[in-house]
DNA sequence: GGCCAGGTCCAAT
DNA sequence: ATTGGACATGGC
């Protein structure tokens, strides 16, 4: 296994686990993941990073390990209302996955639930995916586009109403809309992403940001809707336009960071709270 | 066994 | 400009 130093705050349980990545698995204190046509292990001891099947070049670009985390903890480590979400979930990192199969994967998201999304995209990889393998173990990459262009195939896989819109996203990026987006200031490539069918305000805000660094994107889904507008609007019902204006000029460049640190944390307040311990059941 | 889910689209105010 | 229902399937 090779392996490289890390020298600013990174966490690799909370970078993998926190959410905006589906193609992991933990694996001998290690990860497994999948990105794209990459199979490769990880494992962080430290500030060392082992890993093994792919390359240290891959491995810096998709964790953002040159990417100034402590601007973004200079920039965010100031708002009391952060202070908890941050220190909880220091170190983690937005990943720059591979731009199709983060469209993918949130429209797959969509009124969805997390064990389902990652099971959906296991199932599309596995039927319409490339074989791979690393140390015997066998796998499949994430399909290209080209390789998804059968909506009754992906309805099959139990897909239901996101078939059409995978199938028509599919299309347009074997267009090359996905590179223009790379090229295109926030505004312009979200607008772009949108012309998608499937793909709105959120959807697009989570692609720009987990697979193209957009930072300042900034996803309102139903967890955000909830955690900001009981910090911030009184609990009051609030559009989500409201929202990204008021993140947006709460936190800048680096509201996509706050609102990966809120969405993970106020998803962990969730599960315990509303998932008491298991009690014995009678006999 | 229902209720509801990392939304989006479309139609009806 | 806002609001409500449909959309497919499955997790809990």
């Given at each position: 296994m090779a392996f490289l130093f890390v020298n600013a705050p990174f966490h690799l349980r909370h970078t993998l686990e926190c959410g905006q990545f589906f193609r992991w698995s933990r694996r001998n204190g290690g990860y497994l993941v999948h990105s794209g046509d990459q199979l490769f292990e990880i494992q962080q001891e430290g500030d060392r990073l082992h890993?093994?099947?792919?390359?240290?070049?891959?491995?810096?670009?998709?964790?953002?390990?040159?990417?100034?985390?402590?601007?973004?903890?200079?920039?965010?480590?100031?708002?009391?209302?952060?202070?908890?979400?941050?220190?909880?979930?220091?170190?983690?990192?937005?990943?720059?996955?591979?731009?199709?199969?983060?469209?993918?994967?949130?429209?797959?998201?969509?009124?969805?639930?997390?064990?389902?999304?990652t099971r959906n995209i296991a199932d599309i990889a596995r039927a319409c995916g490339r074989p791979l393998a690393l140390e015997g173990f066998r796998s499949h990459a994430f399909p290209r586009p080209a390789e998804m262009v059968d909506e009754a195939h992906l309805r099959r896989l139990g897909l239901g109403f996101r078939a059409k819109y995978l199938?028509?996203?599919a299309r347009l990026a074997e267009g090359g809309l996905l590179g223009k987006v790379q090229q295109s200031p926030y505004m312009k490539a979200k607008e772009t992403l949108m012309t998608i069918p499937g793909?709105?305000?959120?959807?697009?805000?989570?692609?720009?940001?987990?697979?193209?660094?957009?930072?300042?994107?900034?996803?309102?889904?139903?967890?955000?809707?909830?955690?900001?507008?009981?910090?911030?609007f009184r609990g009051r019902r609030t559009p989500d336009r409201a929202i990204r204006a008021f993140a947006a000029k709460r936190w800048g460049d680096h509201a996509g960071h706050a609102q990966q640190y809120l969405y993970v944390w106020s998803r962990e307040a969730k599960t315990f709270s509303d998932r008491p311990a298991p009690t014995a059941s009678p006999a």
């Open positions: 890993y093994a099947g792919t390359t240290q070049a891959f491995v810096r670009r998709f964790f953002s390990l040159d990417h100034d985390v402590e601007e973004v903890e200079r920039a965010l480590g100031g708002d009391p209302r952060l202070a908890e979400a941050l220190e909880r979930y220091r170190g983690l990192r937005l990943l720059r996955q591979d731009p199709w199969e983060c469209t993918a994967a949130f429209l797959i998201s969509m009124v969805s639930n997390i064990p389902r999304i199938v028509a996203a793909v709105a305000e959120k959807v697009a805000d989570c692609i720009l940001l987990f697979a193209y660094g957009r930072r300042n994107a900034f996803p309102v889904d139903t967890w955000i809707r909830k955690v900001m507008t009981k910090m911030f």
